[in-house]
């Protein structure tokens, strides 16, 4: 049984920072790129950030480049979302998803059809 648990999230103000955690259980660790998607309150999910197996090839949504890093700790089997200079507009809960396969490209990792497992999400909520 494949499973995410995502933490981290939090209310937070406007500049301000959050690192979100997604722990993973050991056979997502092996062989699976990792994402984070959010969705904010009447919207669809979008696409954050992703991460392949090895952590070499990594890819961000354009509204969130520059301000969060993903990360992944395979020893830990836990991936991050550090995320700074946070805005009203970051607000959304945020999910981690999994999809099998040692790289990615953009395509596959930047959609969520394509995500083979979810976490339940954790809601970030940044004040103005």
């Known amino acids: 049984q494949v499973q995410l648990v995502e933490s981290g999230g939090g209310l937070v103000q406007a500049g301000g920072s959050l690192r979100l955690s997604c722990a993973t259980s050991?056979?997502?660790?092996?062989?699976?790129?990792m994402a984070w998607f959010r969705q904010a309150p009447g919207k669809e999910r979008e696409f954050v950030a992703a991460?392949?197996?090895?952590?070499?090839?990594?890819y961000y949504a354009d509204s969130v480049k520059g301000r969060f890093t993903i990360s992944r700790d395979n020893a830990k089997i836990t991936v991050y979302l550090q995320m700074n200079s946070l805005i009203p507009e970051d607000t959304a809960v945020y999910y981690c998803?999994?999809?099998?396969?040692?790289?990615?490209?953009?395509?596959?990792?930047?959609?969520?059809?394509?995500?083979?497992?979810w976490g339940k999400g954790t809601l970030v909520t940044v004040s103005s």
């Open positions: 998803a999994a999809r099998a396969g040692y790289s990615g490209t953009y395509y596959y990792l930047s959609r969520a059809a394509e995500m083979d497992y």
């Open positions: 050991e056979r997502t660790s092996s062989g699976y790129a």
């Open positions: 991460i392949t197996w090895s952590g070499g090839i990594i």
